[in-house]
């Protein structure tokens, strides 16, 4: 009799472990070919050009754009510049904490171009904006937590 219950002992112990490991979740996404798997890294904020894709829940219409609608939150010396499709721009920025950030008043060009609608909207969103979010390759600029102003994805 002890020897049927020592063999059973074993087996429960093994068959505990397996179904452990059959309702683990394993992450296989990765951002870059030769990477571990498993490990998936967000894009930083900082030194990252981020090019502009929606505003709002609207994609962006480039097509009267002169120039690539980007920004860049520079790490050196906590500066943002960046493009509005026509004119360029820079000024201060703070990040504070997680999800915080506080744009200062953005200098920019000002030259005239047509269709300067997107820029203006791009400008206004940057104004508005307080929290930021970061998924894989993708920056979302927001007031709260709630309301989307625009839409990033990073550019490689």
Not at 149 to 156: E, G, I
């Amino acid at each position: 009799m002890k020897t049927k219950s020592v063999m059973i002992l074993p087996a429960l112990l093994v068959i505990l472990l397996l179904s452990n490991c059959s309702n683990s979740k394993i992450n296989t996404k990765t951002n870059n070919p030769g990477e571990a798997a498993g490990i998936v890294r967000d894009t930083p904020l900082r030194d990252t050009h981020w090019k502009l894709i929606a505003l709002g829940e609207k994609p962006i219409d480039t097509s009267k754009n002169i120039k690539e609608m980007y920004i860049l939150f520079r790490s050196e010396n906590n500066r943002v510049e960046g493009n509005g499709g026509c004119n360029t721009f820079a000024g201060p920025y703070q990040v504070k904490g997680d999800s915080s950030v506080i744009l200062g008043e953005l200098a920019s060009t000002k030259m005239y171009c047509g269709g300067i609608e997107n820029e203006n909207a791009f400008f206004m969103a940057l104004s508005a904006t307080d929290h930021f979010q970061i998924h894989d390759d993708t920056l979302i600029l927001s007031k709260g937590h709630s309301v989307k102003l625009a839409t990033f994805v990073a550019v490689k």
